[in-house]
């Protein structure tokens, strides 16, 4: 089993910056790839970003890319995601997901953070 926990939400102007974090605990030695999902009211759940558990690769939604970087420290078995130039429509519960399948259904979530964004 694993346990996601997110932190770093909260309510900014548009064009401010956050850094969403996402500590993990359990067994993370199996991991494929880490993400961050976000679902905005009334909307379904999209995918943000992800990168491989070991390696470089990462990869991002069309929407956010050159905005948002995602990273991690294995050390510390956390996943961040750096939000910049913030837009309205960012605004989101944006969720940490990790994946040893390489199926995102069958991963481990988080609870969530919320990020709200206004003009």
């Known amino acids: 089993q694993a346990q996601l926990v997110e932190s770093g939400g909260g309510s900014v102007q548009a064009g401010d910056s956050l850094r969403l974090s996402c500590a993990a605990s359990g067994r993370t030695l199996s991991w494929y790839r880490m993400g961050w999902f976000r679902q905005a009211p009334g909307k379904g759940r999209e995918f943000v970003a992800s990168?491989?558990?070991?390696?470089?690769?990462?990869f991002y939604a069309d929407s956010v890319k050159g905005r948002f970087t995602i990273s991690r420290d294995n050390a510390l078995n956390t996943v961040y995601l750096q939000m910049n130039s913030l837009k309205p429509e960012d605004t989101a519960v944006y969720y940490c997901?990790?994946?040893?399948?390489?199926?995102?259904?069958?991963?481990?979530w988080g609870q969530g953070t919320q990020v709200t964004v206004s003009s």
């Open positions: 997901a990790a994946d040893a399948t390489g199926s995102w259904t069958n991963g481990f």
């Open positions: 990168i491989r558990w070991t390696g470089a690769l990462t």
